[in-house]
């Protein structure tokens, strides 16, 4: 096993299912296919034959999103609309080999002045947006869309697309605007294997942005990271750091760049500077060993990086760039946005009785009761 990424990761696997009281005669495959990276650890975990359908059907599926990516890059690239493609459907056919990564969705970035035509575009390409209460919050507060294709003969065929024009910060549990993608992500981006994407140092800055924005329980983003980081990005620590830092994830992305350097074995990048060794930054690296990571996100359920509770917040804690924000965490738990209190209860009568409600949950969640 020759991969300096697989054998650590599938080793951390095993060690995690074991954790997690998986029983299976493959335990660390298992929790692979719930964590949605199955296709890259069977390559190195089992027989390849053992897995073969599944490999087939994520193939399958990976090759209608590339396609339907490259038709709305084309779009978008005719009309003259800056834009790019990041996370698992940038990284298909470099990072990774057919069939290896669960993707649900495309990720696709345009600039805020290019929304309305970005939308417009998408739209006449059969998307449709999900209805209010589907999206990941209300319009005010948002900095992006969920849009979906239905497939014309399966179900196999339909196709999510998060159009973003923003990133949602990681001062707050709930969405808020204005965090955009800085000017030096779209000044640096590459033409990628089909489709723009950004530079490696810029794209595992995002990454790390996108694992922060999950509470670490995103394990396809750990692998993007990973992949990234053994194939492509090896310079420009510099632009790592400055992106980073302009998303609120510079102690993150110091700490788990050098978290790689420790499991991963690889050479340290120029230019990032150590992690931090408070004592939050030393909570932080051990939650960041790789074993103890896999375990954290397979105990999580589905929406758990969604879901306001102590728990989240004490998590978020460890991630943020100054621990001062952390009141910032507390008002979005107990006294949310009235835009969101409407969003989350409709049926209320008042904006007293929603934030009654969210109360009630966030006391439910931190009891431990179901709400």
């Known amino acids: 096993m020759r991969d300096p990424v697989a054998g650590p990761l599938c080793g951390a696997l095993d060690r995690a299912a074991a954790a997690l009281g998986v029983t299976a005669a493959a335990p660390g495959l298992v929790l692979a296919r719930r964590l949605g990276i199955e296709g890259y650890v069977a390559r190195y975990h089992v027989p390849p034959d053992a897995t073969r359908d599944q490999r087939l059907v994520r193939h399958l599926r990976e090759?209608?999103?590339?396609?339907?990516?490259?038709?709305?890059?084309?779009?978008?690239?005719?009309?003259?609309?800056?834009?790019?493609?990041?996370?698992?459907?940038?990284?298909?056919?470099?990072?990774?080999?057919?069939?290896?990564?669960?993707?649900?969705?495309?990720?696709?970035?345009?600039?805020?002045?290019?929304?309305?035509?970005?939308?417009?575009?998408?739209?006449?390409?059969?998307?449709?947006?999900?209805?209010?209460?589907?999206?990941?919050?209300p319009a005010a507060l948002r900095s992006s869309v969920n849009l979906s294709r239905e497939g014309t003969r399966s179900a196999i065929e339909s196709i999510d697309l998060d159009l973003h024009w923003g990133l949602e910060p990681i001062t707050r549990l709930l969405p808020r605007p204005g965090t955009e993608v800085p000017d030096g992500v779209w000044q640096s981006l590459r033409p990628g294997a089909a489709l723009p994407v950004p530079a490696p140092a810029h794209h595992a800055a995002l990454l790390v942005h996108h694992l922060a924005h999950h509470d670490l329980l995103h394990a396809p983003a750990l692998l993007d990271l990973a992949l990234l980081r053994r194939d492509e990005w090896r310079t420009d620590g510099d632009g790592y750091e400055e992106v980073a830092r302009r998303l609120g994830v510079l102690r993150l992305a110091r700490a788990v760049h050098w978290a790689h350097v420790r499991d991963f074995g690889f050479a340290p990048v120029a230019g990032v500077r150590p992690a931090p060794s408070d004592r939050r930054g030393r909570?932080?690296?051990?939650?960041?060993?790789?074993?103890?990571?896999?375990?954290?996100?397979?105990?999580?359920?589905?929406?758990?990086?969604?879901t306001v509770?102590?728990?989240?917040?004490?998590?978020?804690?460890?991630?943020?760039?100054?621990?001062?924000?952390?009141?910032?965490?507390?008002?979005?738990?107990?006294?949310?946005?009235?835009?969101?209190?409407?969003?989350?209860?409709?049926?209320?009568?008042?904006?007293?009785?929603?934030?009654?409600?969210?109360?009630?949950?966030?006391?439910?969640k931190a009891l431990g009761r179901r709400s």
Do not use: K, N
């Open 63 to 137: 090759e209608l999103l590339c396609d339907a990516a490259q038709e709305i890059s084309r779009a978008l690239t005719a009309r003259e609309v800056p834009h790019f493609f990041a996370r698992g459907i940038a990284l298909v056919g470099t990072l990774y080999a057919p069939g290896d990564r669960e993707m649900a969705d495309l990720d696709l970035f345009v600039q805020p002045g290019s929304v309305a035509a970005a939308r417009e575009l998408v739209t006449g390409l059969g998307y449709v947006e999900f209805p209010p209460e589907e999206q990941s919050g």
């Open 309 to 364: 509770t102590a728990r989240r917040v004490r998590r978020r804690v460890l991630l943020l760039d100054r621990v001062t924000d952390a009141r910032l965490l507390l008002v979005d738990a107990l006294f949310p946005p009235r835009e969101h209190l409407r969003w989350r209860w409709p049926a209320a009568r008042s904006d007293a009785g929603a934030w009654l409600q969210h109360v009630r949950q966030v006391a439910g």
């Open 283 to 306: 909570r932080l690296e051990g939650a960041l060993v790789l074993d103890r990571w896999l375990a954290w996100a397979g105990a999580a359920g589905e929406t758990e990086h969604v």
